[in-house]
């Protein structure tokens, strides 16, 4: 009898254990093209986090946002990040001093559905040595990892201290959505890149003390797109107007696309892309 109370408890503490949840995709912004993958059964919306990461995990896990795109700059980001720097206890915090609630976030938009057009700098699987707590700290997964964006709303940026973020989230993330495509795209083809903007509170940005490429992402504001809901690409491109938007997955399947070799994976560049996201 003990032994059968031993096996019940164990069971019962392995299902509670952290992160080991379905993942609740109520809202579909890309229903038609989602792919199932085995986090989606095994990490939930706050992943390993607990306390202020906890609520920063279920912020960047957000579907919900809707699609009603308000457009948003780079300028804007950096306004943003101004304000975001006046926050009570702003140089505190990182991985291990997160802000307790989102309420200074979200006054200043977090939440909220946004559009950027601009350039892809840089795109990688992040956090595949060290895992996220996002998504329950998996390492060396592909399929269960961030895709870090970089983007600029110029062409031919190489210093990613001279970006801003948008992240692709591993639930449910459809096929054409990896990094092998995005470095396909090149530095000079406009990209309109759409999604919940979030402030991400525990890395430091580029000139700030603390600052480290290797455990921060290179960028010059913590307001990302994140998750992303919709990537396209620019068909009818003249100069920095765009008259012809594909989605990334139809993209891919175009002819353009196909014409373009597959680019290797870039080393980290003397700029600082990072690891973390």
């Not at 970006?163 to 495509?181: C, G, I, K, L, Q």
């Not at 997955?249 to 003397?270: E, H, I, L, M, N």
Request: with cysteine.
């Amino acid at each position: 009898m003990r032994l059968q109370w031993l096996v019940a408890i164990t069971i019962v503490l392995c299902t509670l254990a952290p992160g080991q949840d379905k993942f609740p995709m109520t809202c579909h912004p890309f229903q038609t093209i989602e792919v199932q993958h085995p986090i989606d059964s095994s990490c939930g919306l706050t992943g390993t986090g607990k306390g202020g990461s906890a609520l920063q995990n279920q912020t960047k896990n957000n579907f919900c946002a809707g699609t009603t795109y308000q457009t948003i700059t780079q300028q804007d980001l950096l306004s943003k990040q101004a304000k975001v720097a006046a926050l009570p206890g702003y140089l505190q915090w990182d991985q291990e001093n997160m802000p307790t609630s989102r309420a200074g976030f979200v006054s200043l938009g977090e939440g909220t559905a946004v559009q950027f057009v601009g350039y892809v700098v840089e795109a990688h699987y992040a956090d595949l040595t060290s895992g996220e707590s996002v998504n329950c700290e998996v390492k060396d997964d592909e399929a269960s990892n961030d895709i870090h964006i970089a983007l600029a709303p110029q062409p031919g940026v190489t210093n990613q201290c001279l970006s801003n973020s948008a992240e692709m989230v591993p639930h449910y993330r459809p096929a054409s959505w990896n990094v092998t495509y995005l470095q396909k795209i090149g530095h000079s083809t406009l990209v309109r890149v759409s999604g919940q903007l979030m402030y991400d509170a525990d890395h430091k940005i580029c000139g700030e003390q603390g600052f480290s490429a290797s455990d921060n992402p290179s960028r010059m504001s913590g307001w990302e797109i994140h998750p992303v809901y919709n990537f396209e690409v620019c068909a009818q491109q003249s100069g920095s107007t765009c008259s012809q938007w594909l989605s990334l997955s139809d993209w891919v399947a175009s002819p353009a696309a196909k014409a373009r070799p597959v680019k290797a994976k870039p080393g980290r560049s003397t700029s600082g892309a990072a690891p973390q996201n």
